[in-house]
């Protein structure tokens, strides 16, 4: 039994997401088609279309000379050979002496009769209408002169037939006629009578080929002649704009796949499935739109059926189940490149885990480009390098955050000169341990990890590492290539975020929390019980160190 071929199938809904996707691509290419054939229609010179139609009639000189029996030519054929004739050089010769310039003309064939349409196009009307009409007559002269030639070709061997038969009769009649032609004097007048009546029968047919030379009309007639149009035929931005949309339609389809097929960004969570392999996809984080200014990353927790909010509190939620026996207690937040949303999602979780009635402190590690203060609004004189300095105590470190009872901040502090080299010493092993025993959940937001080593080092001191993608953005070469270098770390990576996401790929049920989250509900009885259970838990006073 021969092995079966697997066929794959045709994923029908990643075509349609990819035009979902590209919407705007395909409605401009579709859209500027359009204004770019109705601006050339209106600027176009307008066009009118003359018309004149030729009837064709069978020969006289082929009734004539027919041989019964003689298949007469196919009539298809012969319409579309005279069409042949009435666009050919000499006709358009015969136009131009006339009319001084040759105007743009078709012949086409009217149905499956014998009609010939003739149409000719200029810019001005009674122009298309003399030209068409021109045409025609040409036409017709034309094939006039070649029935006469034709006719004349045969009178003139009729003519040298009759000047033969003429000169064998005075043969006959020559006065040296030998004896022996007079004794059969009978028979020599049976010939020249015979000769006399060939030659009055040729003689009659030249007559009549004289006659019909005169009466010749070529084998067609003109039925009717060119009309002045009342309306234009060129250009019609009806008709362009339809076929314009069309075709911006397929290139636009076009353009989309092949945009597609060149972008190597990660965009929907299939894409991020399959570039980040085995890591789990914890998180989709749509767009805050409309948010600008100091505190524009902070998701808006307490509106009711916000999609950022429900998308952070599903991270939250994500995360609280990596752990059953421990879970993790210090988050390290990072991404591939900059401006992929680490910070904003570092912030949004720490917020959160705050409002689940948890003790948080969101720690800045980016001591490159530093942003935690600009989102909180709050000082950065003093923070992280100022406890890995024991220049101040983390109580003068730690900032509040107006109206989070149970969030606080540690800023970066003075940035030094050597980051990678601070983040990846002993002494911040011992700071993030200070800080972790002061609170439930600690969230770094640390640099990313391309550009700069700070993410690998830091990844020795805590319980877990986040990857933020932005959608769109991050390329799977790169995604792949920070996934390795954090490996490379034996950084505990425990899944992926996508950020930036559109709002229909959130997987959102859009219903309205029936109440907001609000700060303090650290007090319900269930949230006292989940405290309770992690606190008889045992917490080590250091990071785990590699």
Same mark, same amino acid.
């Given at each position: ?11 029908? @809904? ?13 409605? %401009?290419?579709?859209?500027? %088609? ?14 009118? =279309? !003359? ?60 149905? &499956? ?65 030998? #004896?022996?032609?007079?004794? &059969? ?19 009659? *047919? ?13 084998? #067609?007639?003109?039925?009717?002649? !060119? ?36 972008? /190597? ?11 980040? !392999? ?11 739109? !409309? ?52 910070? &904003? ?5 720490? %917020? ?42 983390? /109580? ?27 983040? #990846? ?10 800080? @972790? =025993? ?84 650290? /007090? ?10 992690? *606190? ?11």
């Amino acid at each position: 039994m021969a092995p079966s071929v697997e066929v794959p199938e045709l994923d029908i @809904r990643r075509h349609l997401d990819v035009l979902g996707r590209r919407k705007r691509t395909i409605a %401009l290419v579709m859209v500027g %088609l359009v204004l770019a054939t109705l601006v050339s229609s209106l600027l176009q010179a307008p066009i009118y =279309e !003359g018309e004149a139609t030729v009837l064709l009639q069978p020969s006289s000189t082929e009734s004539m000379f027919d041989v019964g029996g003689i298949e007469r030519p196919d009539s298809a054929r012969v319409v579309e050979t005279e069409i042949e004739v009435a666009e050919s050089q000499p006709v358009q010769d015969a136009v131009e002496e006339e009319l001084g310039a040759v105007a743009e003309v078709e012949a086409t064939a009217v149905g &499956s009769s014998d009609i010939i349409q003739i149409t000719a196009r200029s810019p001005d009307r009674p122009r298309a209408a003399a030209a068409a009409k021109a045409y025609a007559l040409a036409y017709i002269e034309f094939r006039r002169l070649q029935a006469v030639d034709e006719i004349d070709r045969a009178s003139d061997k009729i003519e040298a037939k009759v000047v033969e038969l003429e000169a064998r009769i005075q043969a006959l009649e020559a006065p040296d006629a030998s #004896a022996e032609q007079e004794a &059969s004097s009978g028979s020599v007048a049976a010939s020249r009578e015979l000769l006399v009546s060939q030659q009055a029968l040729f003689r009659q *047919r030249l007559d009549e080929l004289q006659v019909e030379a005169q009466l010749k009309t070529g084998g #067609a007639q003109l039925v009717t002649q !060119g009309v002045i149009p009342t309306s234009k035929v060129r250009p019609n931005p009806v008709r362009s704009g339809i076929i314009a949309s069309v075709f911006g339609l397929v290139m636009g389809i076009g353009l989309a796949f092949l945009i597609e097929y060149l972008d /190597d960004s990660v965009k929907t969570k299939e894409d991020l499935d399959r570039a980040a !392999g085995d890591l789990p996809v914890l998180g989709l984080i749509p767009i805050m739109a !409309g948010k600008v200014g100091p505190g524009s990353a902070v998701a808006p927790l307490t509106e009711n059926g916000s999609p950022a909010a429900e998308a952070y509190r599903t991270l939250r939620t994500a995360l609280q189940f990596l752990g059953v026996e421990r879970a993790p207690r210090v988050f390290q937040v990072t991404s591939a490149n900059p401006d992929e949303g680490k910070s &904003s999602t570092a912030v949004n979780l720490g %917020l959160v885990l705050a409002r689940a009635g948890q003790r948080v402190i969101v720690v800045d590690c980016d001591l490159r480009r530093a942003s935690v203060h600009t989102i909180f609004s709050v000082p950065n004189t003093v923070g992280f390098t100022s406890l890995y300095l024991s220049e101040a105590t983390l /109580d003068t470190a730690l900032r509040r955050v107006q109206g989070e009872d149970h969030l606080r901040v540690l800023t970066a502090g003075p940035l030094p000169p050597n980051p990678s080299e601070v983040l #990846a010493s002993k002494r911040t092993a011992e700071v993030l341990a200070l800080i @972790r =025993e002061d609170c439930d959940v600690v969230v770094i937001d640390c640099p990313p990890v391309l550009p700069v080593a700070d993410a690998a080092a830091l990844s020795a001191w805590v319980d877990a590492t986040l990857l933020v993608v932005a959608a769109g953005i991050t390329t799977k070469k790169d995604l792949r290539r920070a996934i390795e270098l954090l490996r490379l770390a034996d950084a505990p990576l425990v899944g992926t975020v996508l950020n930036r996401t559109e709002a229909g790929n959130t997987y959102g049920y859009g219903y309205a929390s029936p109440q907001p989250e609000t700060r303090g509900h650290r /007090d319900r009885p269930q949230v006292k019980a989940l405290n309770a259970s992690r *606190r008889s838990r045992p917490v080590p006073h250091a990071p785990r160190v590699r």
